[in-house]
Protein backbone atom coordinates (compact mmCIF):
# COMPACT_ATOMS: atom_id res chain seq x y z
CA UNK A 1 0.00 0.00 0.00
CA UNK A 2 1.15 3.56 -0.90
CA UNK A 3 1.79 6.07 1.49
CA UNK A 4 -0.68 8.47 0.14
CA UNK A 5 -3.21 5.59 0.85
CA UNK A 6 -2.14 4.86 3.99
CA UNK A 7 -2.26 8.94 4.91
CA UNK A 8 -5.81 8.92 3.33
CA UNK A 9 -7.85 5.81 4.51
CA UNK A 10 -6.06 4.58 7.57
CA UNK A 11 -4.63 8.18 8.90
CA UNK A 12 -6.54 10.98 7.61
CA UNK A 13 -5.53 14.36 8.42
CA UNK A 14 -6.66 17.57 7.54
CA UNK A 15 -5.90 19.42 4.36
CA UNK A 16 -2.38 20.69 4.58
CA UNK A 17 -1.46 19.19 7.09
CA UNK A 18 1.68 16.73 7.17
CA UNK A 19 1.48 13.39 8.60
CA UNK A 20 4.14 12.77 11.09
CA UNK A 21 4.83 8.96 12.06
CA UNK A 22 6.64 8.54 15.21
CA UNK A 23 9.42 5.62 15.38
CA UNK A 24 8.82 3.28 18.48
CA UNK A 25 12.04 2.18 19.90
CA UNK A 26 11.84 -1.44 21.32
CA UNK A 27 13.95 -1.66 24.00
CA UNK A 28 15.96 -5.35 23.36
CA UNK A 29 16.64 -7.44 26.33
CA UNK A 30 20.25 -7.71 27.60
CA UNK A 31 22.17 -10.69 26.21
CA UNK A 32 19.99 -10.92 22.92
CA UNK A 33 21.30 -12.33 19.90
CA UNK A 34 23.65 -9.44 17.68
CA UNK A 35 21.46 -7.60 14.83
CA UNK A 36 21.70 -7.60 11.44
CA UNK A 37 23.81 -4.64 11.23
CA UNK A 38 25.95 -5.21 14.49
CA UNK A 39 26.82 -8.51 13.27
CA UNK A 40 27.97 -7.09 9.84
CA UNK A 41 30.62 -4.87 11.81
CA UNK A 42 31.55 -7.84 14.04
CA UNK A 43 32.13 -10.32 10.90
CA UNK A 44 33.30 -7.97 8.24
CA UNK A 45 37.19 -9.10 7.86
CA UNK A 46 39.92 -7.11 5.57
CA UNK A 47 40.41 -9.12 2.57
CA UNK A 48 44.34 -9.56 1.08
CA UNK A 49 43.18 -11.55 -2.09
CA UNK A 50 40.75 -10.84 -4.43
CA UNK A 51 39.29 -12.59 -7.90
CA UNK A 52 40.47 -11.08 -11.41
CA UNK A 53 36.93 -10.26 -12.01
CA UNK A 54 36.18 -6.43 -12.30
CA UNK A 55 33.38 -5.19 -9.55
CA UNK A 56 30.41 -3.75 -11.78
CA UNK A 57 30.81 0.08 -11.78
CA UNK A 58 27.18 0.35 -10.25
CA UNK A 59 28.62 -1.23 -7.42
CA UNK A 60 31.03 1.06 -7.03
CA UNK A 61 28.66 4.37 -7.75
CA UNK A 62 26.35 2.92 -4.66
CA UNK A 63 29.36 2.62 -2.80
CA UNK A 64 31.03 5.94 -3.66
CA UNK A 65 27.34 8.10 -2.58
CA UNK A 66 27.14 6.18 0.70
CA UNK A 67 30.40 7.50 1.52
CA UNK A 68 29.47 11.02 0.03
CA UNK A 69 26.45 11.27 2.87
CA UNK A 70 29.04 10.20 5.62
CA UNK A 71 29.24 12.45 9.24
CA UNK A 72 31.79 15.16 9.03
CA UNK A 73 33.04 18.02 11.86
CA UNK A 74 31.46 21.19 11.10
CA UNK A 75 29.90 19.45 7.50
CA UNK A 76 32.53 20.56 5.72
CA UNK A 77 32.91 17.00 4.19
CA UNK A 78 36.82 17.33 3.56
CA UNK A 79 37.26 14.58 0.61
CA UNK A 80 37.31 14.23 -2.76
CA UNK A 81 37.15 10.74 -4.72
CA UNK A 82 39.45 9.01 -7.54
CA UNK A 83 38.60 5.40 -9.02
CA UNK A 84 41.42 3.64 -10.78
CA UNK A 85 39.95 0.54 -12.15
CA UNK A 86 42.76 0.17 -14.81
CA UNK A 87 44.83 -2.82 -14.36
CA UNK A 88 47.93 -1.70 -15.95
CA UNK A 89 48.27 1.58 -13.75
CA UNK A 90 47.07 -0.25 -10.38
CA UNK A 91 50.24 -2.40 -11.77
CA UNK A 92 52.33 0.74 -12.16
CA UNK A 93 51.52 2.49 -8.75
CA UNK A 94 52.10 -0.67 -7.22
CA UNK A 95 55.96 -1.34 -8.38
CA UNK A 96 56.76 2.72 -7.64
CA UNK A 97 55.35 2.06 -3.63
CA UNK A 98 57.44 -1.01 -3.43
CA UNK A 99 60.54 0.74 -4.88
CA UNK A 100 59.88 3.69 -2.46
CA UNK A 101 60.12 1.17 0.34
CA UNK A 102 63.40 -0.57 -0.88
CA UNK A 103 64.81 2.60 -0.69
CA UNK A 104 63.42 3.29 3.28
CA UNK A 105 64.67 -0.58 4.22
CA UNK A 106 68.13 -0.28 2.15
CA UNK A 107 68.79 3.15 4.10
CA UNK A 108 71.80 2.70 6.56
CA UNK A 109 71.53 2.08 10.25
CA UNK A 110 71.23 4.75 12.67
CA UNK A 111 72.69 2.62 15.53
CA UNK A 112 76.16 1.93 15.94
CA UNK A 113 77.85 -0.20 18.68
CA UNK A 114 78.87 2.41 20.81
CA UNK A 115 75.91 4.47 20.82
CA UNK A 116 73.50 4.60 23.73
CA UNK A 117 70.38 2.56 23.69
CA UNK A 118 67.51 4.29 21.53
CA UNK A 119 65.31 6.79 23.58
CA UNK A 120 62.03 4.69 24.68
CA UNK A 121 59.90 7.96 23.41
CA UNK A 122 61.09 7.89 19.95
CA UNK A 123 59.09 7.26 17.77
CA UNK A 124 60.65 4.47 15.11
CA UNK A 125 60.19 5.58 11.50
CA UNK A 126 57.76 2.58 10.42
CA UNK A 127 56.13 0.16 12.44
CA UNK A 128 58.03 -3.56 12.50
CA UNK A 129 54.86 -5.38 10.68
CA UNK A 130 55.09 -3.42 7.29
CA UNK A 131 58.97 -4.03 7.24
CA UNK A 132 58.81 -7.53 8.40
CA UNK A 133 56.73 -8.41 5.39
CA UNK A 134 58.96 -6.50 2.69
CA UNK A 135 61.85 -8.60 4.20
CA UNK A 136 59.77 -12.25 4.33
CA UNK A 137 58.48 -11.83 0.89
CA UNK A 138 59.50 -14.29 -1.82
CA UNK A 139 62.72 -13.35 -3.23
CA UNK A 140 62.06 -11.25 -6.22
CA UNK A 141 58.04 -11.00 -5.24
CA UNK A 142 57.67 -8.45 -3.07
CA UNK A 143 54.23 -7.94 -1.33
CA UNK A 144 51.14 -7.05 -2.88
CA UNK A 145 50.72 -3.63 -2.04
CA UNK A 146 46.83 -3.42 -3.60
CA UNK A 147 46.48 -6.95 -2.87
CA UNK A 148 45.55 -7.94 -6.55
CA UNK A 149 41.84 -5.71 -6.02
CA UNK A 150 40.76 -4.64 -9.39
CA UNK A 151 39.45 -1.43 -8.70
CA UNK A 152 40.69 1.21 -5.91
CA UNK A 153 39.06 4.27 -4.80
CA UNK A 154 41.62 7.02 -3.02
CA UNK A 155 39.36 9.08 -0.51
CA UNK A 156 41.22 12.53 -0.63
CA UNK A 157 41.77 14.46 2.22
CA UNK A 158 41.22 18.04 1.90
CA UNK A 159 43.79 19.56 4.22
CA UNK A 160 41.43 23.07 5.12
CA UNK A 161 38.79 20.98 6.89
CA UNK A 162 38.14 21.96 10.38
CA UNK A 163 39.25 19.65 13.52
CA UNK A 164 41.08 16.43 12.55
CA UNK A 165 40.00 15.87 8.90
CA UNK A 166 41.81 12.78 8.88
CA UNK A 167 39.48 11.43 11.15
CA UNK A 168 36.27 12.14 8.60
CA UNK A 169 38.27 10.21 6.49
CA UNK A 170 38.16 7.39 9.01
CA UNK A 171 34.30 7.96 8.79
CA UNK A 172 33.99 8.04 4.80
CA UNK A 173 36.17 5.11 4.82
CA UNK A 174 33.51 2.81 7.30
CA UNK A 175 30.96 3.79 5.32
CA UNK A 176 32.35 3.08 1.93
CA UNK A 177 33.38 -0.14 3.19
CA UNK A 178 30.53 -1.56 5.01
CA UNK A 179 28.52 -0.65 1.84
CA UNK A 180 31.00 -2.93 -0.14
CA UNK A 181 30.68 -5.92 2.54
CA UNK A 182 26.67 -5.42 2.42
CA UNK A 183 26.94 -5.98 -1.62
CA UNK A 184 28.54 -9.02 -1.18
CA UNK A 185 32.24 -7.55 -1.79
CA UNK A 186 35.52 -7.55 0.24
CA UNK A 187 37.86 -4.21 0.85
CA UNK A 188 40.79 -3.74 2.65
CA UNK A 189 42.52 -0.24 3.58
CA UNK A 190 45.93 0.28 1.60
CA UNK A 191 48.04 2.84 4.29
CA UNK A 192 50.73 2.58 1.78
CA UNK A 193 49.26 4.20 -0.70
CA UNK A 194 50.42 7.33 0.73
CA UNK A 195 53.71 7.11 -0.83
CA UNK A 196 52.25 8.13 -3.81
CA UNK A 197 51.93 11.55 -2.66
CA UNK A 198 55.97 12.15 -4.17
CA UNK A 199 56.85 11.69 -7.61
CA UNK A 200 54.79 12.28 -10.73
CA UNK A 201 51.72 10.42 -9.36
CA UNK A 202 49.75 13.55 -7.64
CA UNK A 203 49.12 14.31 -11.18
CA UNK A 204 48.62 11.30 -13.00
CA UNK A 205 45.58 11.12 -10.50
CA UNK A 206 44.55 14.89 -10.33
CA UNK A 207 45.64 15.22 -7.33
CA UNK A 208 46.33 19.09 -6.87
CA UNK A 209 46.40 21.05 -3.35
CA UNK A 210 44.77 21.31 -0.60
CA UNK A 211 44.20 18.06 -1.37
CA UNK A 212 46.25 15.23 -0.75
CA UNK A 213 46.63 11.15 -1.06
CA UNK A 214 46.44 9.46 2.62
CA UNK A 215 44.93 6.05 2.10
CA UNK A 216 43.72 3.90 -0.61
CA UNK A 217 40.50 1.47 -0.46
CA UNK A 218 40.77 -1.88 -2.43
CA UNK A 219 37.59 -3.24 -3.30
CA UNK A 220 36.73 -6.51 -5.16
CA UNK A 221 35.44 -9.83 -5.17
CA UNK A 222 36.51 -12.29 -2.41
CA UNK A 223 38.83 -15.09 -3.28
CA UNK A 224 38.25 -17.19 -0.34
CA UNK A 225 35.33 -16.83 2.78
CA UNK A 226 37.03 -14.86 5.01
CA UNK A 227 34.37 -12.31 5.96
CA UNK A 228 31.39 -14.71 7.39
CA UNK A 229 33.24 -16.39 10.34
CA UNK A 230 34.02 -14.61 13.99
CA UNK A 231 37.64 -14.36 14.95
CA UNK A 232 39.16 -12.94 18.91
CA UNK A 233 40.09 -9.95 19.61
CA UNK A 234 41.87 -9.02 22.26
CA UNK A 235 39.46 -7.12 25.15
CA UNK A 236 40.66 -3.44 26.70
CA UNK A 237 40.33 -1.76 29.43
CA UNK A 238 37.13 0.70 29.73
CA UNK A 239 37.17 3.22 32.23
CA UNK A 240 33.31 4.10 33.04
CA UNK A 241 31.61 6.72 34.51
CA UNK A 242 28.07 6.79 36.05
CA UNK A 243 26.27 8.39 39.30
CA UNK A 244 29.44 9.84 40.93
CA UNK A 245 31.46 6.65 40.92
CA UNK A 246 34.29 5.13 38.47
CA UNK A 247 34.39 1.56 37.16
CA UNK A 248 36.72 -0.79 35.13
CA UNK A 249 35.73 -3.41 32.36
CA UNK A 250 37.15 -4.93 30.42
Known sequence: ????????????????????RRKVNTLIPEGSPWNEIEEAFLKRRSVRKYKRKQVPEHYI???????????????????RFVVVRDRDMINEMESYVLDMF?????????????????DPEQRPAMHPIPLGLLTQSPPGQGIKVFHGA???????????????????????????????????????????????????????????????????????????????????RETHRITWFENGEKRVMY
Open 1 to 20: MSDSAITSESNPTPDGEKLV
Open 61 to 79: KRILEVGRYSASQGNCQPW
Open 102 to 118: KLMTSAPSQKGNNEAPP
Open 150 to 232: PTLIFPLMDSRGIGHPEIDLGIVGTNMIMTAYSLGLGTCWVGFAESLNSGNWPKKLGVEEPYKLVEALAIGFEAGDAQHNYVH
